[in-house]
């Protein structure tokens, strides 16, 4: 390529788009695909229903497109891993941010690990596992297709359930997203930093209570 031409700026931060190459290459660091047929960085803020980062890509003909999520191509790029590496295979967001395609914050996982990690629906109020059921509070979880459920008086008691069950359960792989939300509903500067060092157990939730 020209001495002049993007490429060469940026080749030291580029790595082959298994697949595509000599047509595609990723950029890790700015979440981007470069084409090197036209020289330059490719958009990608469009998402799918799903909520996840997609791209169309074109094969050597340049007449075939093929529709990509790009956390998978990042992913299975970056790490040089075969198709067959990655069938039957999810790529899980740590932080349950789709839109955050950093290296670190993706790892491969099977489907149930990955629905381990999956947010709350934004319409339900409180925690994810627990409900308000007459005058008592009920913690549910689905466990090889079998719904085990618990009743507790207290919403300490069942928060403090919640917890111990996805520790058991969900391990690696629980979400905490929900409890970040309860604690610190305005999410200021510093606030996840101090949830990380939260031990969740030593919580008083009762105060929580009215919130849910």
């Known amino acids: ?18 697949g595509y190459e000599g047509r595609y290459m990723i950029n890790v660091d700015n979440q981007n695909v470069f084409t090197l047929i036209k020289d330059k960085y490719l958009k990608c803020g469009a998402t799918d229903g799903h909520g996840y980062r997609i791209l169309n890509l074109y094969n050597e003909t340049g007449k075939n497109r093929k529709m990509h999520r790009i956390h998978r191509i990042f992913y299975q790029s970056y ?3 075969k198709d067959s590496d990655m069938e039957g295979k999810d790529i899980d967001h740590i932080d349950g ?6 290296i670190d914050n993706l790892r491969l996982c099977s489907h149930k690990q990955n629905m381990m990690n999956k947010q ?10 627990l409900y308000k059921f007459k005058n008592t509070f009920k913690v549910s979880f689905r466990v090889d297709k079998k719904i085990i459920q618990k009743y507790f008086k207290t919403f300490n ?9 996805r520790k058991q359960l ?9 409890f970040f ?3 610190y509903p305005l999410n200021n ?17 009762s105060k929580y209570e009215h919130l849910i």
């Open 189 to 205: 500067e510093g606030d996840r930093d101090a949830f990380n060092k939260l031990d969740l157990l030593s919580v008083d939730y």
């Open 97 to 102: 941010n789709r839109l955050n395609n950093t």
């Open 1 to 18: 390529m020209d001495n002049n031409s993007l490429y060469e700026v940026e080749k030291d931060k580029l790595i082959d788009l298994i």
């Open 170 to 178: 969900h391990q690696d792989y629980a979400n905490w997203e929900d």
């Open 157 to 165: 008691e069942a928060c403090v359930c919640v917890i111990n069950t």
């Open 120 to 129: 709350k629906n934004k319409t339900k109020k409180g925690l994810k596992n």
């Open 181 to 183: 939300e309860l604690l």
């Open 79 to 81: 790490h040089k891993l």
